[in-house]
């Protein structure tokens, strides 16, 4: 099962993709899934990210499957 | 009784508001306090004339986050119910945006309540502005203004 990455807003603007899937039969670090869906190396602490649509910190481990999400941060209200 | 509702649609909050307590609240007596926030677009932001908005979101994870937001607040203040609603896409000035509500037995819990979930939500919730202005300009409104 593929990883489901997402990207929102001026995020997604600047990576230049809205969504990229990864193909991976093993769990990844948020940092490289970070790596090899924006082509980026270092993931930014202003970008926020969440795993099957819950906020994690950026040490967490994405199994196989999952949806993943980077944004900017959010100005709704 | 808990609701969230996130919409394209533009909504008038105050008909929103008498419809739901109509049909959803039941008619007993225990809520001696309703506290109410609208929040509606301005035509201006950090000096500039705004002419129209586009609101981006995270569809399933906005409707989950508020849900989680509604839950929490509803047990830390012992609410009988609350709501929440909220616009995306295409917003013109003066539209509203965003409309909290919430019930409770008495008015410090209301106050506390519908502040908190609004403040919480303009964090959490995944929604991102973007403008633009009267010279054409369009941007991503990069930040929350202080309150």
Known sequence: ?77 | MQHVDVREMPFDPWQYLADWQAQQLPENARSGATAVFVGTMRDFNEGDDVIGMYLEHYPGMTERQLATLVAESSQRWSLDAALVVHRVGEILPAQPIVLVAVWSAHRAAAFEACRHLMETLKHTAPFWKRETLSNGTVRWVDRNTLG
């Open chain 1, 1 to 77: 099962m593929p990883i489901k990455v997402l990207f929102f807003a001026s995020l997604r603007e600047r990576i230049g993709q809205s969504q990229r899937l990864l193909e991976t039969d093993t769990p990844l670090t948020l940092q490289e899934v970070w790596q090899r869906s924006s082509g980026e190396t270092h993931l930014p602490d202003n970008v926020l990210r969440s795993v099957n649509q819950t906020y994690v910190d950026a040490n967490s481990l994405v199994q196989p499957g999952d949806e993943v999400a980077f944004f900017p941060p959010v100005t709704g209200g």
